[in-house]
């Protein structure tokens, strides 16, 4: 057993009776406590899809071994099948101190998911339209990328424009939503009853329909319900239809109730003739 340091090792051997042979050589032993350091260890990494995941092994500097050993466990180009794996990296120098850096291939499949997608929206008039990009919750990574396209603040011109969300995660795993921007400078069309003459106060009408071009279901509102009971002489009913633009248009007609409610009266010389 050698101490730390230089020692120096001589052995005689007799050769025959009266000769003898030496031989002289030193031996050094060194005290190495120090471990090896490891650099370039790989980064983490996400895949979508279970596979064989290769890396670089990081490399090891020691401060008296040359050429510390690296290794990994698994080894690059194992077969990653699901979750999250740790693969932690060893050099060990010849004294056998040893260091360890670690990351992790993790197996991705699952799509991350969008969260408060915008409404569809419907503006009068071509402009620059805001909103607020919906946010994406996943799996495994923290944050996923979201975009929309176009993208909120784009000046829709005319007609029907749908918009796409999509988020993506880490694994390049993608979802989307979608909903539209409607420029509709086109009011709606509406028809109203044809003028009413009537003896009674309440007279029964329809309240109108109408249509749109964008809108499926148009307001309508009158300044009237249809069991108004109406006052002697004209009446002006008017009707409002609004697209969700809010895009409107009027019509109108007049009720009319007859101050003169009709009788038996009237026809009394159609009574049959007294009899005398
Ligand atoms: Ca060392
Ligand atoms: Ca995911
Ligand atoms: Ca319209
Ligand atoms: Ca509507």
Redesign the pocket.
Known sequence: MFSVGDTTVEYYWQVTNSNFANCIFAVSVIL?Q???SLNNCPTNRVVSSAQNVYWTDPTAT????PSPMVSCSPTSGYFFSTGVVTVTCTAT?D?N?ANTCTFTVTVDQQSPSLNNCPTNRVVSSAQNVYWTDPTATDNIDPSPMVSCSPTSGYFFSTGVVAVTCTATDDANNANTCTFTVTVDQTPPTISCPADIMSSESVVNWMIPTASDDTDPVVDVSCSRTSDFSFPMGETRVTCTATDDAGNTVMCGFTVTILDMPATTAGHIDKCSKAVY
């Open positions: 190495d120090q471990s090896p020691d401060n008296i071994d120098d004294a101190n």
